[in-house]
T-cell receptor, first 112, second 116 residues
Framework: QKEVEQDPGPLSVPEGAIVSLNCTYS??????FMWYRQYSRKGPELLMY????GNKEDGRFTAQVDKSSKYISLFIRDSQPSDSATYLC????????????FGTGTRLLVSP | EAGVTQSPTHLIKTRGQQATLRCSPISGHTSVYWYQQALGLGLQFLLW???????NRGNFPPRFSGRQFPNYSSELNVNALELEDSALYLC???????????????FGEGSRLTVL
């Protein structure tokens, strides 16, 4: 069993839809949770960073962490075609960004 | 300001050969990380260098090795290449990866290695 599970998609939605992306994990030691966005032929870029449980909002993006269920989510409101990318969840039990464990990524397609 | 740069962009090798990949971090960053992104497996942590020292390595065999130079650039070497080494190799840098730091990782665009 992988430490981090993520549905590879693709997830296709129309412009303006609310998108929900999810990851589950098995290692209860994870405390740092991140979402990265990776455009085709580019490296991943950090979108959201959350410590422990709770919600964090940044513009159209909301990250949720439920440590009791070992489940994290990323919500995208008013999705845009420019949001079309692969979204990777990542986690760490260390301080900060050392030795991240990534999900396989979910490919999101937002059609105009 | 230049981001993380990696070379070569693409590399084709045959089984048993050696591959060398290079990475230049963002100016001022002392930590360099290497990740392997193989199809269907997601990013797998390979190596972490800080201030010229190897600080941590992932679950990869010893034929994956590297080093960090005094200017903080880094090199990843893969010896005795196997078909399953075909992947995108991503380098990332941060201000510092040492304990207590929450420095964001900035990724390069990767070097795609194909082993035939």
């Amino acid at each position: 069993q992988k430490e981090v599970e993520q549905d590879p998609g693709p997830l296709s939605v129309p412009e303006g839809a609310i998108v929900s992306l999810n990851c589950t994990y098995s290692n209860s030691a994870f405390q740092y949770f991140m979402w990265y966005r990776q455009y085709s032929r580019k490296g991943p870029e950090l979108l959201m960073y959350t410590y422990s449980s709770g919600n964090k909002e940044d513009g159209r993006f909301t990250a949720q962490v439920d440590k009791s269920s070992k489940y994290i989510s990323l919500f995208i409101r008013d999705s845009q075609p420019s949001d079309s990318a692969t979204y990777l969840c990542a986690m760490s039990s260390n301080t900060g960004f050392q030795k991240l464990v990534f999900g396989t990524g979910t490919r999101l397609l937002v059609s105009p | 300001e230049a981001g993380v740069t990696q070379s070569p962009t693409h590399l084709i090798k045959t089984r048993g050969q050696q591959a060398t990949l290079r990475c230049s971090p963002i100016s001022g960053h002392t930590s360099v990380y290497w990740y392997q992104q193989a199809l269907g497996l997601g990013l797998q942590f390979l190596l972490w260098y800080d201030e010229g020292e190897e600080r941590n390595r992932g679950n990869f065999p010893p034929r994956f090795s590297g080093r960090q130079f005094p200017n903080y650039s880094s090199e990843l070497n893969v010896n005795a290449l196997e078909l399953e080494d075909s992947a995108l190799y991503l380098c990332a840098s941060s201000l510092s990866g040492l304990a207590g730091s929450t420095g964001e990782l900035f990724f390069g665009e990767g070097s795609r290695l194909t082993v035939l």
